[in-house]
Structure formats: C-alpha cells, structure tokens
C-alpha cells in the first residue's frame, strides 16, 4: 500500500463555469485557470502523484505547455490512472473542498459518483467533503476562492 496527500487552491470569478470532479455547479462564480482549474481533479491527481513518488501536476502537465491549455481535468485524470497508476490501484480517497458558496451538500453525490467512475473504484470507496471557511481566511471567506484537499491509499493489484 501507499498514500499520498494533495492539495489546490483556485480563485473564482462572476461569470465563470465551476467544475469539481467533473460535474459543472451551477454557481454565479467559477474557476480561474490554466485548464478548467478543476481543483478538487487537480487534488487527487497530486495526492495520487504524491502515493507514487512520481512528481506532482505540474511535472506531468506544465501549465507553460500550450497543449493543456483549456485541458479538460477529466482528461488529465484519466491519463494518470490509465498510464501512471498501474500496476498500482485506487483503495480508497478522501477529500475536503472549502467554498463559501454555493452549498455543495446537494452535489456531493454527483460527485462522487463522477469520481468513483473515473478513478474505477465502488463508489463507498470516495468520500467528499463540503465546508466553508466560516467567513474567515481572506478570499477563501469571502467566497473568492476554493480550495480542495485529497488524501488517497493506493493498493497493488493481485
Ligand atoms: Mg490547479
């Protein structure tokens, strides 16, 4: 076995499209960045990344390479457990995002749902979790900000 932990923070901007583990928010801000700033897709992939000792993110896909410019974080995801993963497995992940607004409760599952199918594990294997900053942390209370956390074990397959 072994774990790995990772972490992302993203500003948010009226107008933007909020993404997390692939599933669009309806939200009146969104995400600001290089790729579709999925932050809670970026958190897995360095905790998965951090289990492997195989870099982190922006190792594998600088943001100063064009190719991955508006890149879907699905995709990215999806070639770190299809290429890098292996002969390693996901056991099980747990995650933290914290934003102000809008509530995710109602998301929660949709989300893991999405990740459960990209990371190719049962979905009582995903844990995700909502909580704001209670008004304090600068733009993370405010409500300009998201920030998400990923802790993963990952298992050899046999
Ligand atoms: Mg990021």
Redesign the pocket.
């Known amino acids: 076995m072994r774990i790995g932990s990772g972490w ?1 923070i ?1 500003r948010l901007e009226e107008g933007a499209t909020l993404v997390l583990g692939g599933v669009v928010i309806p939200s009146a801000k969104g995400l600001v ?1 290089h ?1 579709d ?1 999925d ?1 809670l897709i ?1 958190a897995i992939i360095d905790a998965i990344l951090g289990a492997l000792a195989k870099g982190d ?1 922006g190792t594998h896909f600088p943001d100063t390479d064009p190719r991955f410019k508006g890149a879907s974080s699905v995709d990215l995801l999806d070639h770190v457990v299809t290429k890098l993963l292996p002969p390693y497995s996901i056991g099980n992940i747990d995650t933290t995002i914290i934003l102000k607004e809008p509530k995710l409760r109602p998301h929660v599952d949709s989300i893991r749902y999405s990740l459960a199918d990209l990371l190719e594990v049962p979905i009582d294997h995903v844990s995700v979790k909502a909580k704001t900053a209670e008004g304090l942390l600068g733009e993370l209370g405010t409500g300009d900000a998201i920030e998400a956390h990923a802790t993963v074990l990952l298992t050899i397959k046999g």
């Open positions: 992302d993203h960045a790729s700033g932050v970026h993110i």
